[in-house]
């Protein structure tokens, strides 16, 4: 296990070097994401100024037209991941279509990513962040990004919390590192993190009940506050699922009669964090199926998520599996 401490930079570095026919390709990319990520927490952070220093679509001080925070993070994603040269494609929640790069015309990743989940909690000083997810290249076109979230090389999320957080996974288990922002560096804080076997909270957006689809999700639900659960539901995905990677339970968004594949997207939200909530040992299900063995057909696919501790996705597959 890596120790305490160490930065990202160098955990990147030592990871590739067990892999004797690394090329270096994957560490460049993951430290392209790394200082996009910096740059985004540091906006992230001037986010209550905006009225002061400018709005959307206003021009600031500086003479700058001023970008609203979901585009200037998918902004400073795009700028930063094409001028590493390590991505053959990228694909955003924020774009219609995938970007190809001329620099990575021959790399061999691509990579699908939200560039900033929970905007609507941005106004409010509530936790948002960053999620990716990184796949070999196997063609020239969109089937790249149509691979099976099994067949990640990498995911992660950036949560720009009271602290802000990178979490990683190359399919060898989860490191957490925490920004410093005196140095500038992320330091590994929670190394070879597990989700717990059991947890006490469960999170779904309850005032949605009457809408789902499935009506034995809510026996479930009532099975869980009958065994004295408790819940929590903020509304960003990242944060939601970083407290259940931490403290165990249920994270939750159904299918229902308004998104009938429920909400969140296959690519860059439910595949990345499936990935990581089951390498820390938990379960990750649409409810018919893993997550992670969802074929996509489409790039801004959306899938019914349940993901969490082991004990509480097997007694959810009880009720409406
Ligand atoms: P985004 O801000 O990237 O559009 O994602 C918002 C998502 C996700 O973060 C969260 O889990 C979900 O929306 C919350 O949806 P409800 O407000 O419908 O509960
Ligand atoms: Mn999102
Ligand atoms: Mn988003």
């Known amino acids: 296990m890596a120790e305490k401490g160490m930065d990202l930079n160098r955990f990147i570095l030592e990871e590739e070097r067990k892999h004797p026919l690394a090329t270096g390709s994957l560490s460049l990319a993951l430290m392209a ?12 952070r001037m986010a209550g100024l905006a009225d002061i220093l400018g709005q959307a679509g206003k021009v600031n001080v500086q003479g700058e037209e001023v970008q609203k925070l979901d585009e200037l993070s998918n902004t400073i994603m795009i700028q930063h991941l094409l001028d590493s040269g390590q991505f053959y494609a990228l694909a955003s929640e924020e774009l219609t279509e995938p970007i190809y790069s001329h620099k990575g015309k021959d790399a061999k ?36 990004f149509l691979q099976k979230g099994s067949q990640q090389i990498a995911a992660g999320y950036i949560i720009y919390g009271s602290s802000v957080m990178f979490v990683l996974t190359t399919g060898n288990g989860v490191n957490g590192f925490t920004y410093d922002p005196a ?26 009940t009457h809408k789902w689809t499935d009506e034995n999700l809510i026996k479930y639900i009532d099975q ?4 004295g659960y408790t819940s929590r539901y903020i509304g960003s995905m990242v944060a939601d699922v970083h ?11 159904p299918a229902d009669k308004k998104n009938t594949n429920g ?12 990935f990581i909530i089951e390498q820390a040992g938990g379960k990750a299900t649409t409810g018919k199926e893993n997550i992670l063995d969802v074929k996509p057909e489409s790039i801004h696919q959306r899938v019914p998520v349940f993901l969490g501790s082991k004990k509480e996705i097997q007694q959810l597959l009880e009720f409406i599996g």
């Open 109 to 144: 990743y691509v990579v699908a990513f939200d560039p900033l989940d929970g905007s609507s909690n941005i106004d409010v000083n509530v936790s948002i962040g960053t999620i990716f997810s990184i796949h070999k290249r196997i063609g020239d076109g969109e089937e790249n």
């Open 263 to 274: 909400k969140l997207r296959l690519l860059y939200e439910a595949a990345p964090m499936s």
């Open 224 to 227: 869980l506050k009958s065994e």
């Open 243 to 253: 407290r259940t990677l931490i403290k165990g339970g249920m994270f939750g968004y």
């Open 33 to 44: 994401i790394e200082s996009a990520a910096k740059i985004i927490a540091s906006h992230v």
């Open 183 to 208: 140095v500038g560096m992320f330091l590994l804080s929670h190394p070879d993190m597990k989700i717990p076997e059991k947890g006490k909270i469960y999170s779904i957006n309850e005032a949605n």
